[in-house]
């Protein structure tokens, strides 16, 4: 069976095993709430967590207990039977009025939380009245002041719901959020959430989109970032390191692990180094991955996260609580297995993608519209992958019993292996100087790059098969093709004709005094770049010029394009 | 008429009366569009080609032409950016022909991608030509020149030609510039050796990129070093400059745009047109190295390829696949000693005398990865009557040297090959 | 080595990505496949300004444009066909590929487009169709 590989954090006898456990059931009872005895359809009881001895084996060869260290069964002693993974579908399309819309829909259904991913033209660092307007909206919501995003979250209480913004560096959304946080009389202290895909590393190498300043000013930026959350919004997650960006540029599993993990070392070596304690910055590190259909390859690859990163934090990075060894984690289903022969196949395996998650043990997940690889996803396809997740919960009951794949002869050694390959990986990166280094000169996205085309070859050739495309092909059936939601037109040239009156109408001396102190604090490494751009926001400064004006003082972020 | 031109239409066939001789619409005034459709003409090569360079000649000598090159790694596009942005404050119109190597095993290219990623390609006085060297064997430094008489006569007033090729073909690209520029990164000791000879023998001003590093120090003195060994005084009195730049820290380029100003003047603009060029490798070495090639079955069992042989030269290239490996998951040492012996068989045999191989020494730098591309390009470094010597270096695709190999052999002028 | 058409005629290519978007897995997976297949590719990264990709495609020569559109970019696509005519470039084709949705590939080719590769193209179907039309690509553009 498995082999623990820290001594030190696993029980090693058999007196041990029966302490740990009984550790573990007080653990849970303390947190569990109210549990209900459940039953199966057989009307067999079903208890909240199995280990050897359920089934007749060694106790000592259990990956140990959820709650406890290296938490390779879960982090929370109670997981999803005390508290069920958020469901947070990611949104974003047209104006604010017509996302505020959708998302109250989406609450409606059953999400519980919030998730905005803004307009494509935002994540290039440009406000709409810049850009061309068959592109607005198209993906993602047009958000570009304060005023915007109050309007979007219209109907939605700050204090009590989480809400993930997609906001790469100068953390925009966020600073409109807080600005309009404090215009409806929200306490700072109340707002939680998350900022999502923070990781500047992981855009540079791997998710362009996102990358708007040249990498030392990035690098700046989050630093600051991680220290204004700190201080200020204490419920904020304002480190979301990815794996998916690099998952869904072609790195395997293992590699999408290993660079995310080595990614949040060198960002809380950055913290550390800027005198922040790393009890007090790693409670709120979190990290983003995707989850590919490969389903026992990506629950044992979250396992081995928890174990590895449990080690990291307290041997590498001397955290010393034990909130601070804990793998939080988002995870959403992976859009590059999605095809667009025989759409609705899709449904199929985003059903596989998320119970791998689940059977991981995700704290949050997004599962992907059907119509993912056909367009931006259609509100038919949305409701579809919320009723997918109410359904693996409360039909399937996913939720009774912690880690129930812990125990299994093959997910234990397959955890074993994938821990060894991530940090043979892990390894390399750290000979290499580590990620920041490593990316600045193109190892990691080398390696990136060759892992997808030796994918691609094995699609190619048929060796991996892909049905509908390579495999069981069919005269499609057009007709379960949905029709493309594109935005109103109208309403949108109506939005850019209004953020053009804004504009004119601003006080123009408010503005400049704010972009000048922003200009300032980028040559002062005592200010603090973040909460420039949050006074900024709060001014009626716009997102363009925000982007710009760090992109003049910093530099523009410029990606390497290796072939 | 130039003294280069001469050599190059005595060579040629003459010209039918019917042919036009006049130039296409537009060029002399730069229009972008004709410019690039008569570069396409010079890449063709063939008749119209040479009609169309007899036609340019009258209009050349006032551009300015650079030749930038340097190991990979040496941040060089970097500085090009930076240069080009100094040229354009200046007020000047600038092109760009960016030299790339073919792969050698498909024969395809990507190209130019490092000299577009900046503002400047956008600028309106800016033209970026790509060029591939298609293997050609000599042939490159034609269709470059070509193509720099082109942006001559239309009336750029700088040209830079930039190049990472392997080999004898760098050394030929640099002789198509008035003033070659070497750039070299700091560090580690390898930078200076990386520069392949017979590049510091033509440099007319030798660059340290990125001196805000450490190294920076130490890489000046070895240039400096490297030109009291140079053969004395055969440019006159121009004085070699070692310049440091950080292009980073906004250091030094202002003084490289001047320095390439005084070498103008002093000898540089122009220069190229007056010296005869260097001759161009004859094709019945080419031949001989490809017929050779064809021959060897350890070459066609392990999947080596020649990409190009000429006197006493000869490039043989792999990718690395997993037959290739040894128990630790690398490139056999053994494929790699015979990839180098290969080019170095190659090499020594070119001229058609029988060329045993008496003695070889090969270190390994690198370990090599399955997928690589390796390329090893042989040069002969001494010969006399009965024996010569070669030097293999072996890069991979990102053009970082992976092995260096040296060899000898003794030459049978009784029998030939 | 590969003599990639008859008549030695090697395609240029240029690949690209206009609009906002830039997820490039894929554009860089078929500029190595037109690489690997013998041809000469220009790559760019993603965000190119219409007007830059008129420029250099003016000044490389090239023989066919390359798109990537995966999220809408390609509804700018009409916009770029027309600043080609207006600069001369009537002869080089424009290819499309990555997400386009049944309703807009007709609008696509309507605007002038050669062809729409959808997800899950071999790679082989992109490089020999570049390669059949190339070499009358040339001859018409030698004509003008």
């Known amino acids: ?563 | 008429m130039t003294a280069r031109a001469a050599q190059e239409s005595a060579a040629a066939e003459p010209l039918d009366a019917g042919q036009p001789s006049s130039l296409p619409a537009g060029l002399l005034a730069g229009e972008r569009r004709a410019v690039a459709r008569a570069i396409s003409r010079i890449e063709q090569g063939g008749r119209e080609a040479r009609a169309l360079r007899a036609a340019l000649q009258p209009h050349l000598g006032r551009a300015h032409v650079l030749g930038i090159t340097g190991a990979p790694g040496a941040g060089k596009s970097t500085l090009v950016h930076a240069l080009l942005g100094e040229l354009l404050a200046r007020g000047q119109r600038v092109g760009v022909v960016a030299v790339d190597p073919s792969s050698p095993l498909t024969g395809g290219a990507v190209l130019g991608d490092r000299v577009r990623m900046g503002e400047h390609g956008a600028h309106a006085d800016v033209f970026i030509r790509s060029v591939a060297s298609r293997g050609h064997l000599g042939g490159l430094s034609a269709s470059t020149s070509g193509i720099v008489d082109i942006m001559d006569a239309a009336g750029f007033d700088t040209v830079i030609v930039e190049t990472v090729g392997a080999g004898q073909s760098e050394v030929e690209i640099m002789r198509v510039a008035d003033t070659r520029i070497v750039t070299c990164p700091p560090g580690l000791g390898d930078g200076v050796q990386a520069i392949k000879a017979g590049i510091l023998e033509i440099a007319d001003l030798l660059v340290v990129t990125k001196c805000d590093l450490p190294g920076a120090e130490a890489a000046e003195r070895d240039l400096r070093d490297m030109l009291h060994l140079r053969a004395a005084g055969t440019e006159g009195e121009w004085q070699v400059p070692v310049l440091k730049v950080s292009v980073s820290e906004g250091q030094g380029v202002a003084e490289l745009a001047q320095g390439l100003q005084a070498h103008a003047e002093r000898a540089g603009r122009g220069r190229r047109l007056r010296a005869p060029q260097a001759p161009i490798a004859s094709d019945e070495f080419g031949q001989r190295v490809a017929r050779l090639a064809a021959a060897d079955p350890l070459a066609r069992l392990l999947g080596l390829s020649c990409s190009s042989g000429s006197e006493g030269m000869a490039t043989v290239s792999l990718r690395v696949g997993g037959q290739h490996l040894n128990f630790n998951g690398s490139c056999h040492g053994g494929v790699i000693f015979a990839l180098a012996d290969t080019a170095f068989g190659l090499a020594s045999n070119s001229r058609g005398v029988l060329a045993a191989g008496i003695d070889a020494h090969i270190t390994y730098q690198h370990a090599v990865r399955v997928g690589e591309v390796l390329t090893a390009s042989a040069n002969e470094v001494s010969r006399s009557r009965r024996l010569a010597t070669y030097r293999v270096d072996v890069t991979n695709d990102s053009g970082r040297s992976v092995s260096s190999f040296t060899g000898t052999v003794f030459l049978d002028a009784a029998a030939s090959t | 080595m590969n003599v990639p058409t008859a008549n030695n005629v090697i395609p240029k290519v240029l690949v690209t990505k206009i609009g906002f978007d830039g997820h490039d897995r894929g554009s860089r997976i078929v500029a190595a496949a037109l690489r690997d297949a013998g041809m000469e590719v220009i790559y760019t990264p993603p965000w190119q300004e219409i007007a830059t990709v008129v420029k250099l495609a003016t000044e490389e020569d090239v023989d066919v444009i390359g798109i990537s559109s995966l999220a809408t970019d390609h509804l700018i696509v009409p916009k770029l066909m027309v600043a080609l005519r207006e600069a001369g470039l009537g002869d080089t084709a424009v290819i499309v590929g990555g997400i386009v949705p049944d309703d807009d590939e007709q609008m696509l080719l309507d605007a002038g487009v050669a062809r729409v590769f959808h997800p899950g193209s071999p790679l082989s179907a992109i490089t020999d169709y570049v390669r059949e039309i190339t070499p009358d690509l040339r001859a018409r553009r030698a004509a003008t």
């Open chain 1, 1 to 563: 069976m498995n082999k623990p590989t820290d001594a030190s954090l696993l029980v090693p006898d058999a007196d041990a095993a029966e302490r740990a456990l009984a550790q573990w059931q007080k653990e849970y009872r303390q947190q569990i709430g109210t549990d209900c005895a459940v039953f199966n359809r057989s009307g067999l009881p079903i208890k909240p967590l199995y280990t050897a001895r359920d089934s007749g084996q060694d106790p000592t060869d259990d990956a140990g207990l959820p709650g406890q260290a290296p938490y390779t069964r879960g982090i929370y002693a109670t997981m999803h039977r005390g508290r069920t993974w958020t469901q947070r579908q990611l949104t974003g399309l047209g104006t604010p009025a017509e996302y505020n819309a959708r998302l109250l829909g989406v609450l409606a259904q059953g999400a519980t939380a919030v998730s905005l991913i803004p307009c494509n033209s935002v994540f290039r660092g440009f406000d709409a009245d810049e850009s061309h307007i068959e592109l607005l909206g198209t993906c993602g919501t047009v958000v570009n002041t304060a005023e915007h995003m109050d309007r979007a979250l219209k109907g939605v209480d700050l204090a009590t719901t989480s809400c993930a913004l997609n906001d790469p560096s100068p953390f925009t959304l966020l600073a409109f959020m807080l600005a309009a946080a404090r215009r409806r009389g929200t306490d700072w202290r109340q707002v939680s959430g998350t900022s999502n895909q923070s990781d500047y590393i992981s855009h540079y190498a791997a998710n362009h989109m996102f990358f708007r300043i040249a990498l030392p000013g990035a690098r700046r930026i989050l630093g600051d970032h991680i220290a204004f959350c700190n201080e200020f919004v204490p419920k904020w997650n304002p480190m979301s390191v990815v794996g998916q960006h690099m998952q869904q540029a072609g790195a395997n599993p293992a590699e999408a692990v290993a660079f995310a993990l080595s990614t949040a070392i060198q960002n809380a070596q950055d913290c550390i180094a800027r005198g922040i304690d790393p009890d007090q910055f790693l409670p709120r590190f979190t990290f983003f991955f995707d989850i590919s259909v490969s389903f026992f390859e990506e629950v044992a690859k979250f396992r081995a996260a928890r174990r590895i990163w449990a080690r990291v934090t307290r041997e590498i990075l001397g955290a010393k609580d034990a909130r601070s060894w804990r793998f939080k984690f988002h995870a959403q289903t992976s859009g590059v297995d999605l095809t667009r022969q025989q759409p609705l196949n899709n449904i199929a395996r985003v059903t596989v993608q998320a119970m791998a998650g689940i059977f991981g043990g995700l704290q949050s997940l997004h599962t992907d519209a059907y119509d993912e690889a056909l367009s931006c996803p259609s509100e038919f396809g949305a409701r579809i992958a919320v009723a997918t997740q109410n359904i693996l919960r409360e039909e399937a009951h996913l939720t009774d019993v912690i880690d129930p794949l812990g125990g299994s002869h093959y997910v234990e050694a397959l955890t074993d292996q994938m821990q060894t390959e991530i940090e043979r990986l892990m390894a390399i990166i750290e000979r290499a100087g580590g990620m920041y280094r490593a990316v600045e000169s193109g190892l990691v996205q080398r390696m990136i790059g060759e892992s997808a085309r030796k994918f691609q070859a094995q699609v190619d050739a048929g060796e991996q098969t892909v049905v509908g495309v390579n495999a069981y092909p069919l005269d499609e059936d057009r007709s379960a093709r949905p029709v493309n939601a594109r935005p109103d037109r109208a309403a949108m040239q109506a939005h850019v004709d209004s953020l053009r009156a804004f504009k004119a109408g601003r006080s123009a001396a408010d503005v400049q005094r704010a972009l000048d102190q922003l200009a300032r604090a980028c040559g002062d490494a005592r200010d603090n770049i973040f909460g420039r751009v949050v006074e900024a926001a709060e001014a009626g400064v716009t997102h363009g010029e925000i982007c710009a004006t760090l992109r003049r003082e910093l530099g523009f972020g410029h990606v390497q394009a290796l072939v």
